[in-house]
């Protein structure tokens, strides 16, 4: 039997910094100064670049990255963002037992920021830390309105984006697994690997790969080959890059 050594939810999240950018949230005030909340940035992105905060999102990771599509940088925006909040929804329910409330109403994002996405939140109000809990604060709450709203303005593939998604949890359980290694925390690896499993178990998942122990691998491709100097992720359907053809990678 593994004791699972959970600590109280506090109000500043102290418990997550230890594992990284990605897990790390800030809470309390807004770092500078107001911040659109990701409930606005979900509601009909604009085709304006400024008048919505997911497109402008867009938009800045397009020219970081000189992305020749929008859909590619929609499809790397959205990875990172649903990183962030996997990484910090899984963090919080190992490690405390518990997961903040991560309404979109109450999480503040700053788009122009660099990755991993800046995020606060406004207020920590704690949550069950168990799969169900875990799939309604991100898959029902964020990505399932990310993917829409993806889909209807930049005509990125669901199949592709909710391959990332499934990419993105594969990659914070990985980190997670990583650190608990690292410190003999047995208890930290098995409730990680079995919140994952039932995750992965959900119906928006189960078909976006392969997840065995801490291992992924996804059935699409997330476009990131097709930006200069990129290549294939480690968890990607392909092996190495394919051809030029347009639809050599469809979602």
Same mark, same amino acid.
């Given at each position: 039997?593994?004791?699972?050594?959970?600590?109280?939810?506090?109000?500043?999240?102290?418990?997550?910094?230890? *594992?990284?950018?990605?897990?790390?949230?800030?809470?309390?005030?807004?770092? +500078?100064?107001?911040?659109?909340?990701?409930?606005? &940035?979900?509601?009909?992105?604009?085709?304006?670049?400024?008048?919505?905060? *997911?497109?402008?999102?867009?938009?800045?990771?397009?020219?970081?990255?000189?992305?020749? #599509?929008?859909? %590619?940088?929609?499809?790397?925006?959205?990875?990172? $963002?649903?990183?962030?909040?996997?990484? %910090?929804? =899984?963090?919080?329910?190992?490690?405390? @037992? +518990?997961?903040?409330?991560?309404?979109?109403?109450?999480? +503040?994002?700053? &788009?122009?920021?660099?990755?991993?996405?800046? =995020?606060? $939140?406004? #207020?920590?109000?704690? =949550?069950?830390?168990?799969?169900?809990? $875990?799939?309604?604060?991100?898959? +029902?709450?964020?990505?399932?309105?990310?993917?829409?709203? $993806?889909?209807?303005?930049?005509?990125?593939?669901?199949?592709?984006?909710?391959?990332?998604?499934?990419?993105?949890?594969?990659? &914070?359980?990985?980190?997670?697994?990583?650190?608990?290694?690292?410190?003999?925390?047995?208890?930290?690896?098995?409730?990680?690997? &079995?919140?994952? @499993?039932?995750?992965?178990?959900?119906?928006? =998942?189960?078909?976006?790969?392969?997840?065995?122990?801490?291992?992924?691998?996804?059935?699409?491709?997330?476009?990131?080959?097709? %930006?200069?100097?990129?290549?294939?992720?480690?968890?990607?359907?392909?092996?190495?890059?394919?051809?030029?053809?347009?639809?050599?990678?469809?979602?």
């Amino acid at each position: 039997m593994v004791l699972l050594l959970f600590v109280d939810l506090d109000p500043e999240l102290a418990a997550l910094r230890p *594992l990284g950018g990605f897990f790390v949230l800030r809470t309390g005030g807004a770092p +500078h100064g107001p911040l659109p909340t990701l409930a606005r &940035a979900y509601e009909n992105p604009a085709s304006d670049v400024y008048g919505n905060p *997911l497109t402008f999102r867009v938009h800045v990771v397009a020219e970081r990255i000189h992305a020749p #599509e929008s859909r %590619i940088a929609a499809s790397i925006a959205q990875q990172g $963002l649903a990183a962030r909040l996997w990484s %910090i929804a =899984l963090g919080s329910a190992v490690l405390y @037992g +518990h997961v903040p409330d991560l309404d979109p109403g109450l999480l +503040h994002w700053d &788009a122009e920021a660099s990755a991993p996405d800046d =995020l606060w $939140l406004a #207020e920590v109000r704690p =949550l069950p830390g168990d799969a169900a809990t $875990l799939a309604d604060t991100v898959l +029902h709450a964020h990505l399932e309105p990310l993917v829409t709203a $993806l889909v209807a303005r930049h005509r990125t593939a669901a199949g592709l984006l909710w391959g990332n998604a499934g990419s993105a949890l594969a990659g &914070a359980a990985r980190e997670l697994n990583r650190w608990a290694r690292a410190r003999g925390r047995t208890d930290v690896a098995t409730r990680t690997r &079995a919140l994952t @499993g039932e995750l992965f178990a959900h119906t928006l =998942l189960a078909g976006t790969g392969t997840f065995t122990g801490s291992s992924f691998r996804r059935r699409s491709c997330c476009l990131y080959y097709r %930006i200069p100097g990129g290549g294939v992720c480690g968890d990607c359907c392909f092996t190495r890059p394919p051809g030029s053809s347009p639809n050599a990678a469809s979602g």
